[in-house]
């Protein structure tokens, strides 16, 4: 059993993997005797001649009883199990310590009574071993949920209430955290770490908080990853992904969808954190980012926006860390077509809004698109062939399948031919 579940650190996790064992045993049991005895029955009882009579059989009352009461105790022994072990992870000690748990689209943070606090990227639960925690959940848009496979609770994060959840970890480590409510186009990347210390260890943790001491624009990059921004926004040049990239906003003229534009200043970038559905930029969708007013302090707002302001200036340095995170050294040249479309795939956010398992998200699915016919807003159709893809990739906004909005930024100039040779077989492949 150890070789097949996840490490198990809390001290409900044995009891969990011992109902589930006996449930599968159980399952396995009943499955092998009644498709045995079918089997054997089938074979046993078979027609030997045409004229062979089935004997007719009303009944029997002992076999209906106990193949009523067998299943139903069976039934109510799992049911029973379950309510005692669910009350397990709710039953709260006096000594608890409460950990307040925020998500939204899409990270998590952890916030800890001393005041410190982790989230986005950088998001580690940090708990002490051997001593209870009681985790509060809130979300600030939709429904996700915290699951942490190694201590075996998962719990919703619901808009608009608190859930709460307990559990004792008893192995210090690190153990991943997940978001397992499907919540929207970066689901699969919001998540986090357990980490269990040892009780010196935690209290000294949460009592260094260091972001206070930091200078404004290393604090705004470190609220960068934090908040989760760089889920939709680049710091590179040109690379939009949900939301436009912070490279290239500050000074320059933003054209919005009302029809206004302005040059990009502080104030506008302060207003588009706190408020980022009164001005869209065209070519972007309403509604998709969360409003920060009320969730950060002057002080944060302040690094953010000098962060952003400072990002063409700022020492190279400080930035590779944030952009080139997973980058290791990539030789594109040495790579086949099919390899370099999957890379370039994931590299250039194609990936943000284009699924491969035939999911609509931002954009058409990728899945099945070579070869399949496309309607467009304007009523003309053509069937998608190599060149259709590559124009709709370099100018992805002078045809519009129906259905979609024109959210997709031009690649022109940042792909070479052998690029988009790479991408179009990467699609092919995607039957
Ligand atoms: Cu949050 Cu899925």
Same mark, same amino acid.
């Given at each position: ?20 064992? #006996?449930?599968?045993?159980?399952? #396995? ?82 916030? =800890? ?68 409510? =499907? ?156 390899? &370099? ?32 016919? &496309? ?35 031009? =690649? ?20």
């Amino acid at each position: 059993m150890d070789y097949i579940v996840p490490d198990k650190v809390s001290t409900v996790a044995d009891f969990f993997d011992d109902l589930n064992l #006996a449930i599968f045993l159980a399952s #396995a049991f009943f499955t092998v005797a009644i498709v045995g005895a079918m089997l054997y029955f089938a074979f046993r009882y078979r027609a030997k001649s045409s004229n062979d009579i089935t004997p007719r059989i009303e009944g029997n009352h002992l076999l209906e009883i106990v193949w009523t009461v067998v299943p139903t105790v069976v039934v109510v022994v799992i049911a029973w199990v379950g309510i005692v072990l669910r009350e397990k992870m709710f039953e709260v000690s006096p000594n608890v310590i409460p950990i307040y748990v925020t998500a939204w689209k899409w990270a998590w943070e952890f916030r =800890y009574p001393t005041g410190k606090r982790t989230s986005g990227q950088n998001a580690e639960l940090v708990v002490p071993v051997n001593k209870p925690v009681k985790l509060v959940i809130a979300s600030k848009d939709v429904i996700h949920s915290l699951f942490i496979p190694a201590v075996r609770i998962k719990q919703d994060a619901v808009p608009g209430q608190l859930k709460y959840m307990t559990f004792t970890a008893l192995k210090t480590g690190e153990y991943p955290i997940f978001c397992a409510e =499907y919540c929207g186009t970066r689901h699969s990347y919001m998540m986090a770490k357990l980490r269990v210390v040892s009780e010196e260890e935690f209290n000294t943790w949460v009592n260094t908080i260091p972001e206070k001491t930091m200078p404004k624009r290393i604090l705004g990059k470190k609220l960068y990853t934090d908040l989760g921004c760089n889920a939709c926004h680049s710091v590179e040049s040109g690379v939009n992904l949900v939301g436009p990239s912070f490279y290239d906003v500050f000074g320059a003229q933003r054209n919005f969808k009302d029809g206004t534009s302005l040059t990009a200043d502080e104030n506008y970038i302060l207003e588009s954190i706190l408020y980022p559905n009164k001005r869209v930029v065209q070519g972007f969708n309403e509604n998709v980012m969360p409003s920060y007013e009320g969730r950060l302090s002057q002080e944060e707002l302040m690094a953010l926006v000098s962060f952003i302001v400072e990002l063409k200036t700022a020492p190279k340095e400080e930035l590779v860390e944030v952009v080139f995170e997973k980058d290791e050294k990539i030789d594109l040249e040495k790579m086949t077509p099919l390899e &370099r479309g999957k890379y370039l795939y994931s590299a250039k956010g194609c990936n943000a809004c284009h699924s491969v398992d035939g999911s609509q998200l931002v954009g058409p699915s990728f899945k099945g698109l070579h070869g399949a016919r &496309r309607e467009f807003a304007d009523g003309s159709s053509v069937v998608a062939d190599d060149s259709y893809i590559k124009d709709s990739i370099l100018n992805p906004n002078a045809r519009i399948v129906k259905g979609f909005v024109a959210a997709m930024p031009s =690649y022109q100039g940042q792909l070479n031919e052998d690029d988009l040779a790479g991408i179009v077989e990467f699609i092919k492949s995607l039957k």
